[in-house]
Every structure is written in structure tokens, then in C-alpha cells.
């Protein structure tokens, strides 16, 4: 049984192994993906969507164009973290461009043709989900579920000792998001730093197709040129995606989560209340299942 997708995104490197692992995953039938700013600027994050596409040969993938701002502020870009303009190396160029229908209209698209039957795969911040939500209210009725990576409940953040990235560049998205009452899997730090590629594991440099060179070029690039000072890469966006494939990768606690909007210091902080609730917060996962799983659909071809 395929799910129809539509993936949220800002390449950013684990994004990038995350769109091959999920280009390569015949249970996602993807309709198609929405940029937004994050990770780097959201001309970057748009570019490196549509050139990334190009490259693992879905040149026609619709990619609608998002937020370059959050609700309210200005995003942080996390060029330390993935390098100049948003990934490590440059890809070819590409004629495509993006849909003439921003995101938050082209999610409400898929929401008009597909009621009750498509997922999210929100890998950035929150920005066009939660406009999504804000301009057709109806769409809460007609998302399925949304994987979130973002978070981080029972363990610190990774931008502040509180917050996690996506969610701290917009935390008033993601409740937005969390208050809808739609079912989210919450993918955060929690899960995602304990499943990582080593700096000097040999599995990852292998890849023979075109998604698995890319992966081994981005990963060697960023181990030596972009973090010569970091030993293990942490694949968050490669779990959440490998989590709205096999769940059972994950164990989960149903809670209603909140993200700090206000506090200085706390800003970004999710916050969860265990018991009922739209969402499910992972807080354990298979290590070694999940780091097999993203490495074999990196590497395979679908
Ligand atoms: O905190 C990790 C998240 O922030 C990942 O989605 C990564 O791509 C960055 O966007
Ligand atoms: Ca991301």
C-alpha cells in the first residue's frame, strides 16, 4: 500500500540523503515538494531542491516554493553546519523551476485532490505547513499524518541547550501544527542523534547508483571539508523519513506537545504532556535496524 506524500524541505545535507532514500522507497508515492528556508536561504534551499531532483533523474518532480521567513522573525541559517549555500558540493545546473503555486497553496492542492489520504514529510521548519493549515482549515480533516522531524523532549537541543533547529526557527508554526489536532510523529533529537555514519565507517562511501554516489560525495565532503572537527553525522531527516515507512523502527508515546514561543532563553523548546494527544513523541528507536534501513535505501534503486 503506497502513502502519497509530499515532503517539506530545506537541503541542507540530510535532506538531500533523506530525498534519495525517499525517491528510492516504493511505498511513497510522492505528489511532489515544498521549499522552505532553514537550513540555508530559501533561493539556496529552492535551488538545491530542484537541481537535487535533476540529479537523481526526477527532473518533472513539482517543487512549490515557501517561506523564506518564518511567522514571525527572521530565520537562522545553519550554513556552519551544512556549508555555503546549503550543501557541501555543487550540483549540476537545471532548467526546472519551481510551480508558478507557492507551497502553502500547492499543499492545498494535494489536500483538495487526495482528502484524508496524504501525508506531510516536514523536514524543515514549520513555516509552510502551518500556512497551509491557517489558509484552508479544512486540510487538518484531509492530512492523514505528518512526520516532523524536529524536537527535542527528553534530551537538549542542538542550536540552544533547549531547542532543536526546525522547531526553534519557528516555533509559532509548530504549534500551529501541534494545536491542529492532526496526527504528527514527532522524529527529534531524542531518536535521531543515536542513528549516525561515522567518519570513518566504510558502508556509506560505497554507494554504486546515482543516489548513493551523491550521498558518499555530500558525507566525505562534509567530514572533510565542511566538519573536519566532527566524528559522526547525524542522520535526523534520513529517520524521519525511514519512520513514515517502517514506524515500528520507532517507540512512541502519545502526548500534546507545545513549542516556547515567548522565553528568550527556553525559545524553541518543545514540551511535552504525556497521555492524550495528537502527537507521538519517539523516544526510543531500533539503532541498528534504522541505520540499516537508511543505508540500504540510499543506496538502492527503485
Ligand atoms: O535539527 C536537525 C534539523 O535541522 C534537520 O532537519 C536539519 O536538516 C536541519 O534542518
Ligand atoms: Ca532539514
Redesign the pocket.
Known amino acids: 500500500m503506497t502513502k502519497k506524500v509530499v515532503i517539506d524541505t ?1 537541503p ?4 538531500a540523503l533523506a530525498l534519495i532514500m525517499a525517491l528510492n522507497s516504493p511505498e511513497l508515492d510522492i505528489q511532489g515538494m515544498t521549499s522552505v528556508a ?2 540555508a536561504r530559501l533561493a539556496d534551499t529552492t535551488r538545491n531542491t530542484l537541481r537535487l531532483m535533476n540529479h537523481l533523474g526526477h527532473p518533472n518532480m513539482p517543487v512549490a516554493q515557501g517561506a523564506s521567513r518564518p511567522l514571525r522573525g527572521k530565520f537562522n541559517y ?1 550554513y556552519n ?2 556549508g555555503p549555500r546549503g550543501l557541501p558540493v555543487e550540483l549540476v545546473t537545471t532548467k526546472s523551476r519551481p510551480r508558478s503555486l507557492r507551497a502553502p497553496e500547492y499543499i492545498n492542492s494535494i489536500g483538495y485532490s487526495f482528502p484524508e489520504e496524504f501525508v506531510i514529510i516536514a ?2 521548519p514549520l513555516t509552510n505547513v502551518a500556512r497551509a493549515i491557517q489558509r484552508e482549515p479544512r486540510l487538518v480533516s484531509w492530512i492523514k499524518e505528518i512526520v516532523v ?2 524536537g527535542a523532549v527528553e534530551i537538549g537541543g ?1 542550536v540552544t541547550p533547549y531547542a ?3 522547531i526553534w526557527n519557528d516555533p509559532h508554526a509548530a504549534n500551529v501544527v501541534f494545536d491542529s489536532g492532526v496526527p504528527v510523529t514527532l522524529v527529534g ?1 531524542d531518536v ?1 542523534v543515536q542513528v549516525a555514519f561515522g567518519r570513518d565507517d566504510s558502508d556509506w562511501r560505497e554507494g554504486q547508483t546515482t543516489g548513493g554516489r551523491l550521498a558518499a560525495d555530500v558525507l566525505a565532503t562534509w567530514f572533510t571539508e565542511t566538519h573536519p572537527d566532527l566524528d559522526q553525522y547525524a542522520l ?2 534520513p529517520l524521519a523519513v525511514a519512520a513514515s515507512i517502517e514506524p515500528e523502527l520507532l517507540e512512541t508515546k502519545s502526548a500534546t506537545v507545545s513549542a516556547e514561543q515567548e522565553d528568550a532563553e527556553t525559545y524553541g523548546q518543545t514540551r511535552a504532556t504525556y497521555g492524550d494527544g495528537n502527537v507521538k513523541v519517539a523516544l526510543g528507536v531500533d539503532v541498528d535496524r534504522a541505520r540499516a534501513f537508511v543505508l540500504e535505501r540510499i543506496n538502492s534503486t527503485h
Open positions: 530545506d541542507g545535507t540530510d535532506d532553514g537550513n545553519g553546519y551544512h523536514l524543515g522531524m524536529g542542538n532543536e533547529f526546525n533529537l535521531c535526523c531527516d
